[in-house]
Each structure stands twice: as structure tokens, then as C-alpha cells.
């Protein structure tokens, strides 16, 4: 039996003026554990704590009540003072008798009333509250960032710089992602190989990152500061250590048709090869679905002529087991495929390209050395139409969608960098941009859309492209409406560029599975708070980066990356993480095994095992539920969705707040 | 006294500690009056109210019950009030179903912005709920001490 | 009938010659006329007893909670099913209960099932159809609804048309007959936890006679809202009834709720879905949703 001292704060005025206080501690008497009870003119005030004290060592009390302002405002405060005096801090319950009750009501007898029962409802609980101990786990001091984008990079780099060992998994050969394909950056037009190589250059060399390439996440088990992570390196068949980066190998590869992931299948690319100069790890890798060793068995060439001995047939994939703190997502995005687009005719004419395969065709380091041409014949092309929202921005529940709901974010300022780089390269080019809405916010965004359209004489037409005709004989026909002027247009054009809609990377689906961490009805994502806690996933040490979580252009992804990292450096930098020992708990004695509480978490924190239960002596083999206590935030929606009511939440049993429910309907 | 009648009918309100309850707090900050019969009572999120404290509270002698959360896509666990949405849908249906009038139940999404809101809303809601007098339906009449 | 009892009965022999199978959940004539009783088969011979007419209304999915437990070597349990009680099975499956792999499920045609007083059980008149789901195996086909078929939710409407004081006397009406026998409880499928709450003391619910008003007043609807989503309208809790409890109301109630305003949802017909108390859709509508402002109908 819980022996309980209640304390009634004065609050200056703020209640006793409305409260009739010494009333409310002479009633509170009477109430059931209740073994002393007193008011004071400041409970927060050292005095007050000091008459906590003094009665937990007089009256020998295990719980407290504080009748006083919200708990919002000082429970903290009181559980450390009842902890001082050696009374479990959860062991505490505040009734509101401030904001709820003196300052809203005049009558004091009505006020007077609803304070003895707002702390009968709080004494109520409190005799059923138990002793509860925050649980402590220790924390791993490494992070693993998953994809090595620019994201992926610069939340690596941010955490490393602080001094903690990160390891960074990618899938492809190399790191860079979709930042390396790039020509210039909007709105500076700066070179992305030039700000982004040196970055992927301090990764490789920083002595606190280690990079997995050609791997990937295969694993994942344990929970916030003790995750343990499988990762697969997949078979390079070129040894990292050996190789020198020559490219001879790739020089006198005799299988030449593979199409070029890095260039969007502009060019082709041998089977041994390193995806493109700048490289990280400047290790070649053998496609084995391409390499004639590998297919026919007849070949070796590669194995010849390399002067380091670095191939190595044999190299099977590995699978590393490593233990992390952190884990932070940074898997990025794709455009999206434009096979279901057919009226713009990308699968048709090879002059109809997206907006990234216009990336390489301007890159000086691209398949055309920088010269833009048009892909069938090589010709400069003179009139070229982007077609802006290539699949963004889809009316939902029209038939079955062809592309995404959401804003793609980037298409606008790229789309514009595009017609300005044309507009550079050929003087006498003309570019027609059609748009549904031009969208520009960001630092010097709008002024540099509005350069395009005022300085470089860029066509901006509010309408959508009807449709593109491959003619047949080089030119293409684009049908489009001009809304504004409210006229159909026929254009004849060289080229035509399609600002196909991001969507996100495809392995980011069972990343999430692997993560237990919530994704949007798009696959992006989710954060724990939309506004608050945009970097950090519902899964506790989960931590988001880049585009994963929703569109983003570059500068966006790297102050996202950056606070990926502050959150990482804050989580590494405990040495003991202390949980909220108000959570869930299954009594196995009654629980069915029947998921529903599973489908409600929204922190993957509980898990199913079949296993002995003991009720009484009674002994069952069954599947029950467990919850991960350091996953577990304690919402409760497990407990009111259990049928038997075999999940409760400390802190908040059913039946204390029944008792509180009773208390108050009295 | 409000005009109607001296019967004040007594609410439970249930209210979550992330926006609901820190509106409540706000209310009381800005000295914005509701009556003294309205009882909150903090929950960590709105989908932690099960069925059965309602059903509690009517037994117990509640006239009318109120569930305030956070504003659907605000709700501090991501999730809690959509869950809670659906329960009290097809719980306050079924209450009005087998005779409890719809107007002793409600869910109202406050947030910790909302004082104004929250007090508006006890005000409303208790005046709808004494419109339909004591309820006597659910609540056992012997489960009701004799005192105070 | 007699047809499908004689190809029930060649299955089942079958089946437990061959060793396959260690029993087969079936039905035999019970106590009184017009009475089929679940029954344990767990030899070729005893199927001679096996009964299957137009008067076999248990439904024994539930049954399989326990024999699909036992170890029996890891031998399957084979189980008959009438079209209805493919759902409960479903519902078992996607609640764990039951494991799909010690269970030999054989659907087995329905062509309505009959009271001790030759009328089509309500249940059947608002049957919900005669396909199988979830069977390894169906005997007899699927059967044929010839009757005119009622409107499942036409008894829901009614209530719903009714003023709220009417809809109040009509429930006291019909809740202050329950003798607390706990028949619907134990006969339901998926009121199959390993305690109750009724039966828990630390419920804070729990209650075991009929000492107060707690059955006019709270045992039917939480148990109402306990199955909530997961109902698969069998009927059986009216049916065995013994006061005449029009319970299968207060499911559908939910059930026409759910299908209204989250969309249309059969439990047990799909091992994937999500239930509808499991899920949400952020543009769910919102509570009280007919009419907040009206309030209801004063009480005199």
C-alpha cells in the first residue's frame, strides 16, 4: 500500500485566491493511502521541496501528490525532489489545480470542489502507480550511413569530423550518386564534379570512414545505439587493395556492349570498368553478366594485361557483420521510368531525352565530351522543347496513375539551368520550356528563372505538351497548348527534353522493412515529426538524409545532411542512453499472439516469439507479443487495440486511468 | 450560473499530453473560463483512450465525454490520432445506436496553440450536453456513493 | 444433402486411413431432433456416425484453436467448413490462432440451414454468400441461395431509424433478458482470447454473473466493440442464444459503420488485409459524423 503525502501549492495567489487550499488538504485527508497532507505558499520553491523532504523522512511516504500548476511545467521538477528524499520519481502525480481549475473558475467553492477532486483522481492513480526505473543501454560509437550520394557523403564526413568512426554502404561501384552525373549546379552554374569530387576525395581519405561500395545492407537486428548491421560486398572480382587504377583492363576488355549505367545508356561501357574517371574506390569492377570470363570461359584477357595482378576471378561475395549507434538512411532517388509516357515518344526517337540524359549529353566528361548533340545523328540541335512535370503533380483518382502526386521540386530551376546552357552553347538556338507553374522558392532562385526567361530569351509557355511525332526524317513534332494565350502550338524541334518526375530509389522499400522504419504511400520516408523532427525517423536511431525523405535539390540535401549528422553526433556522443520507463508491457499470461498491436506500432517495437508461458503453473507453448522497451515511446495505441488487454502502458494502466475516471464521475 | 438550469453536467474529458492538454493549459493561462465540471484527464496520446474508460465513465455517472488530440498529421507518435479517429467513430456511433444521444460524445482536435479553441469547445460541448439533461442510460446508479 | 454427407464421409476415411489427417472435426446427431453436434472423428469406423442435413448449424472453425495445438506426431487436423465459416477460419489464420499448415480445411456445400421449427435461420436468410475461401478442398460445390434474400443491414436500419430514447428502450428491451450465460461469448470464433477480460480481475471489467446492470449496460457492447473489425457476421451469437438476444444487431451495427465510412470490409475473407481498427487512412471522416451540432434528442 502506497503511502501517500499530498502537498497543496498556494502558488502566491494564484490558487489560494481562488482555492480555498488549507479545505483541500483537510479533505484530501480522507482519501484512501493518504497518510499526511499539507499546503505550502511555493511547492517549487526550495522550501517547498525541503517540506517534501522533511515528510517522505517523517511520515516514511512512498508516493506524492503535488496539487499545483501543470505538470507541463513542473513534474520534472518534483520527481527529482522526490527522488532527493529517496521516493521513486514515478512515484509522483500532479494534480492541475492551476490552469485547470484557480485560473479559470471565479466561484471559489465551485474551484474548491474541483480541486479535491481533480487530486482525489491523482492520489486515485497514484495508488496504483509502481516504482519504475528508466532502463540505461549502452551505445555503440559508430554510425553507418546507407548510400553514398551527396547526402550519404556529407552526413558521413559531418559525423567522422566529430570524431566518430562512420561507415558509409553503397550499392553501385562507386560513390557520388546522382550529384556526379550532374553538368553545372542551379543557380550558380558552377561544375558539380568540381564541388562534389573533392568531397568524395576527404570520404575516402578521412581515417574515420570506412566506404563499402558494390554493397549493400542485408541485415538489420537490435534497436537504437545497438544496432547489429549485415553488409554485403558483393564480388568486385578486382582486388581494391592490388589495384592501381590504371583502366588497362578496361582498355582491352574485348566485350564493349554493355549500355553505360553512369552515362544513362548513352554510351557503352566494358564489362570490366570503373563508372567514370573520378571514381571512388578507382577500382575497376567486372559486370559478370557481360564479362566473356565469366560467361563463356573463354577470355582472361583482363587477368593478362593487368600489371598489378589485381584480378581475381574467384572473389565471391562477402557478408560483414558490424555493430552500430546510428543508422542513417541517405538512399536518394530516380527518375522516374517513362515507359507509360508513350506521348512523348521517348521510347521511339532517340532525340527525346530525359532531363539527366541531357545532364551527360552537356558534361564535357559525358559520351559527346561536352559537345550537345542530338543522340541519332549527331547533328547541334536548333529548336529544343522541355517539357516540365513529366509524371509530378498527377491529378489522384483519375484511372490508374502514370506518374506521382507530389512536386519534384528540382524540375523548374534545372529545367531553366538546361534552356540557359543551350541558349550559351548555341546563340542561335531557340528553347521553349512548358510549365504548369514555374516554382522557384530558394535563394536566388526566382532571379535566376527570371535570367533565363528575360536575359537568355528562354520561351516560357504555361501549358502541357499534347504530344511529341518522330517524323522520320530528323524532326520532331510537338502539339502543345498555350494556355495563356489560348491557342494550340506547333512546334517542329530538334530535340526534346522530358523533366521526368524523382521518385525514390527503389532499394530505399526494403531498406525500410530491414529498418522497421515508416514510409509514405510514395516510398519516402517518414519522419518522426513533420515539422520538428524532420531528420529523424519514427524508429528511434534512425535518422533520415537527402531525398529519401521527400524531394530536395542539392543545397537542401546538404543542410539535411548536416543535421542527419548533429542528431547522429548527439545520439554518439552518450555514453548511456536513458529511456522512458513509461512503456508498454505484455502480460504474456494473456496475450494471443494475434499481431493487432504489431500492425499499431508506429516504431516497430514489438515482436513476436513462441515460447513457453507459465500461468500458475499451467504450462503453454505459444506466440506472444514482446516490446522492445528502448524502441517503445509509449503512445498506447497497442493497448487499446489488444482485445484481451494483455498490452499496458506504465505510467498509464488501464486501470489508473479507470480510477481517475471514477474519481472524477463521483 | 448559466441560464438554462442549475444542472451542470459532468464531463470527462480525455486529452492528450502533447497538444490537447497543453491547450488546456494555455486556456488556463489566458483566464479563459469553462465549467468547473469538465474534468481532464491527461493521456500520453489520443489513441490511448480505450472504449472502456468511456464506457467507464458513463457507468460511473459522466453526462457527457469529450477526446481531444492533436490535429490529424500533428499527432506527436506520427499515427495515434487516425487510430483514435476510427475507435471513437465506431464507438460513438454505436453509443448513439443503443440510445446515448450523439451530442454526449465528441472528439475535437485542439492544438497547444488552441487555448481560445479549448475552452470554446468545453463551453459548447457542455451546453449541448445539458441540453439533453442527466444521463441516466448507462450509469449504474449504485456504483454512485452517497457523499458530497 | 445425403450425397455430400456420403462424399464427406469417403474423404474423410480417406483421410485418416491414410494417416494424413489424425481426426476430423465433423458433426453427429446431438441429444435432440434436429440437432447436430460438433464431434471428433478419429477412426474410419466411427464415421458412420457422421451427420451433415440442413439442421448442422455449428460452425467448428472455432474448435481448431485447440486440435491444431495438440502435437499428434505433427499429424494435420482435417476440419469441414460451411461457406460462412470459411471467413472464421480466415480470421483465425490472420489472427495466429490457428496454423494454416495442421489444418486439412474441406469446404462443404450449404444450402441453408433450418431451426428446430423448420424456418431458415436468420443467418442464412441474410446469407452473405456460398463461395469457399481459405479450403484445400471443397466438396459438393458451391451451393445455391434460393430463398429471397434479406437485407443484412435492413435490421441495423431500422434501430438507426428509430429516436434515441426508442433505440434506448428497445436495447433495455432486449440486454435485460441476458441471463449471462456467456453462450455468445464461447460460441464466437473470434472471441477467442487465452483470458477474457470478463474473466480478469485486473480488466477492471471483469464480471461474472448478472448481479447488476452491467449486462444491459456494458458486457454486450464492449463485447461488441471487442470484435469490432473482426466480426465475420457468422451469426452464431444470436443463434445460440438462449433468450432470444438479437445480438448479431450490434455486430452489424459495426460492421455497416465500418463499410460506410472506411470502406467495404469482409473479416476473414482476406489473410492480408489490415483490419479496419489496425489501420487508418489520413482522410478518414470524422467522428460523429451525422450530425455534431444537432446533439440528439432530449431525455424527459
Known sequence: MTKIGVFVCWCGSNIAATVDVDAVSEAIKAAPGVVFATNYQYMCSEGGQAAIRSAVAEHGLTGVVVCSCSPRMHEATFRKAAAGAGVNPYMVEIANIREQCSWIHKDKAEATAKAIALARAAVAKLNLDRPLT?????????????????????????????????????????????????????????????????????????????????????KVSGFVGNFTVDIKKRARSVSVDRCTGCGVCSEKCPSKRAKSEFDQGLRERSAIYIPFAQAIPNVPVIDRDTCLKFQTGKCGLCEKVCPSHAVDYSQEDEVITKQYGAIVAATGFKPIGLERFDEYAYSRSPDVVTSLEFERLCNAAGPTKGHLVRPSDGKEPKTVVFVQCVGSREASGIGAMKGKPYCSKICCMYTAKHAMLLREKYPDSEAYVFYIDVRTPGKNFDEFYRRAAEEYGVHYIKGMVGKVCDEGNGRLTVRASDLI???????????????????????????????????????????????????????????????????????????????????????????????????????????????????????????????????????????????NEALCQGCGACTVTCPSGAMDLRGFTGRQIMAEVDAICR | MPVESAFQPKIAAFCCNWCSYAGADLAGSSRLSYPADVKIIRVPCSCRVNPLFILRAFQRGADGVIICGCHPGDCHYTSGNYFARRRAALLFSMLDYLGVESGRTRVEWVSAAEGQKFAATMNDFAKTVASLGKCRRIGDLRCRTSES | MQNVRELMIKKAGEMLSSGEVYGVLAWERGDFACDQTPALFTSPESLSRLAYDEFTAPMLSKYLINEAKKPNEGKKVMVFLKPCDTYNFGHLLSEHK???????????????????????????????????????????????????????????????????????????????????????????????CVKCVFDNPGSGVMSKSNADEFEENMFHIIRAFHVAGRCTDCGECSRVCPRNIPLHLLNRKFIKDVNALFGPYQAGASLDDASPLTSYSVNDPEPGYKDKAKGGERVA
Open chain 1, 134 to 218: 528508466a532502463p540505461e543501454t549502452p551505445v555503440t560509437k559508430r554510425a553507418l550511413v546507407i548510400g553514398g550520394g551527396i547526402a550519404g557523403i556529407q552526413t558521413a564526413l559531418d559525423v567522422a569530423d566529430a570524431g566518430y568512426e562512420v561507415d558509409v554502404v553503397e550499392k553501385s561501384p562507386t560513390i557520388g550518386g546522382k550529384m556526379a552525373m550532374l553538368d553545372k549546379t542551379f543557380p550558380t552554374l558552377d561544375c558539380a564534379a568540381c564541388i562534389l569530387t573533392p568531397k568524395m576525395v576527404d570520404a575516402a581519405a578521412h581515417e574515420k570512414i570506412t566506404l563499402y561500395t558494390y554493397s549493400e545492407v542485408e
Open chain 3, 98 to 192: 490457428v496454423e494454416r499448415d495442421r489444418v486439412y480445411a474441406v469446404g462443404v456445400a450449404c444450402s441453408g440451414i433450418f431451426s428446430r421449427e423448420k424456418t431458415l435461420l436468420e443467418k442464412c436468410l441474410a446469407c452473405k454468400g456460398m463461395e469457399f475461401h481459405h479450403c484445400d478442398e471443397v466438396i459438393g460445390g458451391e451451393g445455391k441461395i434460393t430463398w429471397d434474400k434479406l437485407d443484412r443491414f435492413a435490421g441495423v436500419e431500422m434501430i438507426e431509424s428509430m429516436t434515441p430514447s426508442e433505440r434506448f428502450e428497445f436495447w433495455r428491451g432486449e440486454l435485460s433478458r441476458c441471463i449471462r450465460c456467456n453462450a455468445c461469448r464461447n460460441v464466437c470464433p473470434v472471441c477467442s
Open chain 1, 485 to 627: 494565350e489560348n491557342r494550340q502550338l506547333l512546334i517542329d524541334a530538334d530535340m526534346v527534353v522530358l523533366a521526368a518526375a524523382v521518385e525514390p530509389d527503389p532499394s530505399a522499400r526494403a531498406l525500410a522493412t530491414l529498418l522497421t522504419a515508416s514510409m509514405d504511400t510514395n516510398d519516402f520516408f517518414t519522419e518522426a515529426h513533420p515539422k520538428l523532427r524532420p531528420v529523424e525517423s519514427p524508429t528511434a536511431g534512425v535518422f533520415l538524409s537527402g531525398m529519401c525523405q521527400g524531394p530536395k535539390d542539392i543545397p537542401d540535401t546538404v543542410a539535411q545532411a548536416g543535421a542527419a549528422a548533429a542528431k547522429v553526433i548527439g545520439l554518439l556522443s552518450k555514453d548511456r542512453l536513458v529511456g522512458n520507463p513509461c512503456v508498454a508491457s505484455c502480460d504474456e499470461t494473456l496475450c494471443n499472439g494475434c499481431s493487432a498491436c504489431e500492425r499499431v506500432c508506429p516504431y516497430g517495437a514489438i515482436s513476436y516469439e513462441t515460447k513457453t508461458v507459465v500461468d500458475r503453473g499451467a504450462k503453454d507453448e505459444r506466440r506472444v507479443a514482446s516490446v
